[in-house]
């Protein structure tokens, strides 16, 4: 997957307790995002980085914080892990531009009990 | 409100056949339209994509057809194969990404051999 590792694959948690994804990229590309994808509603945008601890908010970034203190990692974190944060998280990077060509990591599935 | 709208939500097809997925968007400020294939347990991957100084862009079996007036772009697969199954997502954004790059909801395609 174009040099993307996304950890952990997996992970099942408790309404309440803060959660961090990591994303891993070896490709030095300077743009890197996350999304969520939830059954009929697509793939939506929850923060995205131009670069090393540029960041900024996607459409549904309210309970989520990010940060990239190296070019290769983009950590989110969830605050206070609410049920309606299940879903599968990607990480995604470019380095054309914003939002050309994405690579996709093989996602999250994080299930908040 | 949702910015791009993608129909049909399913489409089942025998192989051999031609799948065509439409799209339509509201943002007259989107110029880059792109299309994602995700396979089951997969991260997205792009497949094509267009900008509107053109109205078609062929790659193998796979078209883009767009239409600026009619703020609409299709995708068409020609020869269907069941490896084409897969969902699909149609996109757009603004080049430089001064508009986010935003997806629509997704269309799983069935291609039956």
């Known amino acids: 997957d174009a040099g993307i590792t996304q950890s952990p694959r997996h992970k099942v948690t408790e309404t309440g307790t803060p959660v961090t994804l990591r994303c891993h990229q070896t490709?030095?590309?300077?743009?890197m995002y996350w999304y969520r994808q939830d059954p009929g509603h697509g793939l939506r945008l929850i923060h995205y980085?131009?670069?090393?601890?540029?960041?900024d908010k996607g459409e549904v970034s309210d309970g989520y914080s990010v940060s990239r203190s190296k070019t290769e990692d983009f950590l989110l974190t969830l605050e206070s892990a609410t049920s309606s944060q299940t879903s599968v998280y990607f990480c995604?990077?470019?380095?054309?531009?914003?939002?050309?060509?994405?690579?996709f990591g093989s996602g999250t599935q994080l299930s908040v009990l | 409100q949702q910015q791009v709208k993608q129909s049909p939500q399913s489409l089942i097809v025998q192989k051999g056949g031609i799948s065509i997925i439409n799209c339509a968007y509201e943002?007259?400020?989107?110029?880059?339209f792109p299309w994602y294939q995700q396979f089951p347990g997969k991260g997205p991957a792009l497949l094509i994509a267009?900008?509107?100084?053109?109205s078609e862009k062929k790659e193998g079996r796979f078209t883009i057809s767009f239409n600026k007036s009619a703020k609409q772009f299709s995708l068409h697969i020609m020869d269907s194969q069941p490896g084409d199954s897969a969902t699909y997502f149609c996109?757009?954004?603004?080049?430089?990404?001064?508009?986010?790059?935003?997806f629509g909801k997704g269309m799983k395609l069935t291609v039956n051999p």
């Open positions: 995604a990077i470019s380095s054309l531009g914003p939002y050309e060509k994405l690579f």
């Open positions: 490709e030095n590309h300077r743009y």
């Open positions: 980085s131009y670069g090393v601890k540029d960041t």
């Open positions: 943002n007259t400020a989107f110029d880059y």
């Open positions: 267009i900008r509107p100084d053109v």
């Open positions: 996109a757009a954004s603004t080049q430089g990404g001064s508009e986010k790059l935003v």
